[in-house]
Antibody, heavy 119, light 108 residues
Framework: QVTLKESGPVLVKPTETLTLTCTVSGFSLSNARMGVSWIRQPPGKALEWLAHIFSNDEKSYSTSLKSRLTISKDTSKSQVVLTMTNMDPVDTATYYC???????????WGQGTLVTVSS | QSALTQPASVSGSPGQSITISCTGT?????????VSWYQQHPGKAPKLMIY???NRPSGVSNRFSGSKSGNTASLTISGLQAEDEADYYC????????FGTGTKVTVL
């Protein structure tokens, strides 16, 4: 059974750095043609893809947020970490991690974690 | 990159069929057969309904079908049921992943 679970702070202050961890089970981060994406959704708004990392350590970032994002993985811990610097209130959103396979299909999602940016 | 364009809302009566469009460009929807559709109920994570334009994952009802013509992909829900009321998002590969603006489906 494939599961993903996000963890991290629920509240961050403006200008702070957000660090989110995705812990996966039911598959390995070393499986070929598999990876993990981070996707966010501001309250009442649409989904926005942020970044992904594949088993071969290939990484890709949203063009508009690239300068603020870093994604990494620890295969032995089955964890993927996303950091986002210089947080702003507009970054308030539910952050999801999700499994991505082969043809960039996001097939399993975590439950999401709501992060609020406020002083 | 701008989000893929979807209608804000679509509605239908139980038993009817509805179609949701997802319009992009030749650099995303039109350039690859990597269009997916997701269903999201309030307060829940999205669920994959269609991948690679027209393929259904195991466990997804065959009332859901997908297609593509040029730069526009479509999701059709036939035999509309109350449980289909949700938000629906398309996505496409484009050297990364681009999501649509989302469509709220209302069952009248």
């Amino acid at each position: 059974q494939v599961t993903l679970k996000e963890s991290g702070p629920v509240l961050v202050k403006p200008t702070e750095t957000l660090t989110l961890t995705c812990t996966v089970s039911g598959f390995s981060l070393s499986n070929a043609r598999m990876g993990v994406s981070w996707i966010r959704q501001p309250p009442g708004k649409a989904l926005e893809w942020l970044a992904h990392i594949f088993s071969n350590d290939e990484k890709s970032y949203s063009t508009s947020l690239k300068s603020r994002l870093t994604i990494s993985k620890d295969t032995s811990k089955s964890q993927v970490v996303l950091t986002m610097t210089n947080m702003d209130p507009v970054d308030t959103a539910t952050y999801y991690c999700a499994r991505i396979i082969g043809d960039y299909v996001v097939d399993y999602w975590g439950q999401g974690t709501l992060v609020t940016v406020s002083s | 990159q701008s989000a893929l364009t979807q209608p804000a809302s679509v509605s239908g009566s139980p038993g009817q069929s509805i179609t949701i469009s997802c319009t992009g460009t030749s650099s995303d929807v039109g350039g690859y057969n990597y269009v997916s559709w997701y269903q999201q109920h309030p307060g829940k994570a999205p669920k994959l309904m269609i991948y690679d334009v027209s393929n259904r994952p195991s466990g997804v009802s065959n009332r859901f079908s997908g297609s593509k013509s040029g730069n526009t992909a479509s999701l059709t829900i036939s035999g509309l049921q109350a449980e289909d009321e949700a938000d629906y998002y398309c996505s496409s590969y484009t050297s990364s992943i681009l999501f649509g603006t989302g469509t709220k489906v209302t069952v009248l």
